[in-house]
């Protein structure tokens, strides 16, 4: 589906762009697209010289899903000291978080196309369980024990 765009950043910035065809969610449930996507940048990351690469340059991008996936792997790999550094992230309208979709951003552009709130919990349930039984708690919230709720409150809180 983004072969063209990734044929056309290639064209453009004279970069040599790998694509990575993940397993998709609801026949492969979350971490099988995080682990196709790990798999392949740490690959990747291993063979630099082989595809003539300078490792200072190496930046991983996404958009929607695969934004999410971008800054999973970006963060597995910050640690990593056998592996060459990512220089960047590049997340394009990424699915950060689905603990509350009740925050403003939701709110605000519930009803805007081309994902609207409700499709986005479906689509977040879809990755993590494969089935959807619990989307009506999962709008309304009620799918995070409050404990945990105060625990996150920093990172994810209208505030």
């Known amino acids: 589906s983004h072969e ?57 991008c996404g958009d929607s899903a695969g934004g999410n996936l971008a800054a999973a792997v970006s963060q597995t790999l910050a640690g990593r000291a056998d592996l060459p550094r990512l220089r960047a992230q590049i997340l394009i309208y990424p699915g950060l978080q689905a603990l509350d979709f009740n925050l403003p951003s939701y709110q605000q552009n519930r009803g805007v196309p081309l994902l609207f709130r409700e499709r986005a919990a479906f689509y977040s349930l879809q990755y993590v ?24 409150r920093k990172w994810v809180s209208p505030d």
């Open 129 to 152: 369980q494969g089935n959807t039984s619990n989307l009506e708690e999962v709008l309304e919230g009620s799918h995070v024990p409050p404990d945990m709720r105060l625990k996150y």
């Open 4 to 60: 063209r765009i990734c044929q056309y950043i290639a064209k453009e910035s004279g970069s040599l762009v790998v694509s990575v065809g993940y397993r998709l969610a609801p026949e492969h449930r979350y971490p099988a697209a995080y682990e196709d996507c790990l798999d392949a940048t740490q690959h990747f990351l291993q063979h630099l010289e082989r595809y003539g690469v300078d490792p200072a340059r190496v930046t991983v």
